[in-house]
């Protein structure tokens, strides 16, 4: 009897003394709550709570962005596919700031370029300030060039989203790519 509660005491402690795993991205100095929203795709209505089982990745860009939405993209793409397996555990939405253009079939078509299992969501003007304001995304349109027309200015940074459904984590524009593996891997792990 005696070993048994030595032994469980000194999980205990081994547990309590564990470090916490160092994160590369942004840190909240708190976790937020993500707020639920349904906004539409190429298949119809989803919501964020329909992947409650899985960490989000949040990102709010357009489909005719000339550089930062490719690249981020991108490294989310090449992350997933080192990650193997565990991939299956994250999700990445792309909601548009861009719905004039951005259609739910034209978003679907660009995501999965970058991986077969990104989504695209789109919805009225209305419904995504909604959702972009609660993360703080920033987005305005403004004049291009003759060629490219109307452009759009907004906050490069990928929301991680765990599985309690808060954020307190997030990706800046050109992160390592190593290291946001590093970091989910420990999200998938801690959190």
């Known amino acids: 009897m005696k070993r048994l509660l030595f032994g469980l005491l000194m999980l205990v402690v081994t547990a309590a003394c564990r470090p916490e795993p160092t994160y590369y991205g942004t840190l909240w100095p708190s976790p937020q709550q993500a707020d639920d929203f349904t906004l539409t795709s190429a298949t119809g209505p989803v919501s964020l709570s329909d992947y409650a089982d899985k960490v989000v990745l949040l990102y709010f860009g357009y489909t005719f962005c000339p550089d930062v939405c490719p690249a981020t993209l991108a490294d989310l793409g090449h992350v997933l596919r080192a ?16 719905p004039e253009r951005d259609t739910p079939a034209q978003l ?28 703080g995304v920033f ?44 970091d989910l891997e420990n999200v998938l792990r801690q959190r």
């Open 83 to 98: 990650m193997g397996d565990d991939a299956g555990q994250i999700q990445v939405i792309m909601v548009t700031v861009d």
């Open 108 to 135: 679907a078509e660009y995501v999965t370029h970058f991986y077969p299992t990104f989504i695209g969501l789109s919805g009225t003007e209305a419904e995504i300030a909604a959702v972009a304001e609660q993360y």
């Open 139 to 182: 987005y305005e349109r403004h004049e291009g060039t003759a060629a490219t027309g109307y452009l759009i200015d907004h906050t490069a940074r990928v929301f991680v989203i765990d599985r309690k459904g808060e954020y307190w984590l997030s990706f800046p524009f050109e992160m390592d790519r190593e290291q946001m593996q590093a």
